[in-house]
């Protein structure tokens, strides 16, 4: 298996354009988490799917963050619009429930 | 949400020296685990706790579940400049069939050779 795959794995963005990360689990993987790392506050969960439904939403920062897992294979996390403070790395994970497989990230700045 | 303090929070050392860092919470987990981070890569599983007391060894690495289940510690013998990274341990909060781990905001690990 590949792992975790994120895309793309830099973005450089300016203030107020729509930003758009994705990630493909690992097959089998029924849990995908989305967080996001800063030095300041360290890993910050924002989203969980379990078998492609949103459990539990209530780390997304605030209405311009968006994710959806439209089947097992594919899940996107989206800022609209986005702004310098989302500059982070953002982490996508699955899971069978023994343990996290984190993909490589995709480090966001927004300038 | 349970909170998962890590100490210290950077440890400077010399290759071939001993050092311990450690985990704790107020809280009970079912289990806790412990993941190494190399710049620019994802977290990496390294181990799984699940008993209170248990004992598990990785190579140099050795870790321990608390007695009571709230807090753990990893001691790893000899470092290595390759056991450079970020530590970071996290607990299963999983409850009602979910499975959802918190994160600690990690121990920087710096072994110089």
């Known amino acids: 298996d590949a792992g975790v795959i994120q895309s793309p794995r830099h973005e450089v963005t300016e203030m107020g354009q729509e930003v758009t990360l994705r990630c493909k689990p690992i097959s089998g993987h029924n849990s995908l988490f989305w967080y996001r790392q800063t030095m300041m506050r360290g890993l910050e969960l924002l989203i969980y799917?379990?078998?492609?439904?949103?459990?539990?939403d209530s780390g997304m920062p605030e209405d311009r963050f968006s994710a959806k897992m439209p089947n097992a294979s594919f899940s996107t996390l989206k800022i609209q619009p986005s702004e310098p403070r989302d500059s982070a790395v953002y982490f996508c994970a699955s899971s069978r429930g023994d343990g996290y497989t984190f993909g490589s990230g995709t480090r966001l700045t927004v300038v | 949400t349970q909170l998962l303090e890590q100490s210290p929070q950077f440890l400077s050392i010399q290759e071939g020296e001993n050092l311990t860092v450690y985990c704790n919470s107020s809280s009970v987990f079912s289990s806790l685990q412990w993941y190494r981070q190399e710049p620019g890569e994802g977290p990496v599983l390294l181990v799984t706790?699940?008993?209170?007391?248990e004992v598990k060894k990785l190579k140099r690495l050795t870790f321990q579940f608390g007695d009571a289940r709230k807090d753990s510690s990893l001691h790893i013998t000899a470092a290595q400049p390759g056991d450079t990274g970020l530590y970071l341990c996290?607990?299963?909060?999983?409850?009602?069939?979910?499975?959802?781990?918190?994160f600690g905001k990690g121990t920087k690990l710096s072994v110089i050779p």
């Open positions: 799917f379990n078998n492609n439904v949103p459990i539990d």
């Open positions: 996290a607990g299963d909060e999983s409850g009602a069939g979910s499975y959802q781990l918190t």
């Open positions: 706790v699940v008993t209170g007391g």
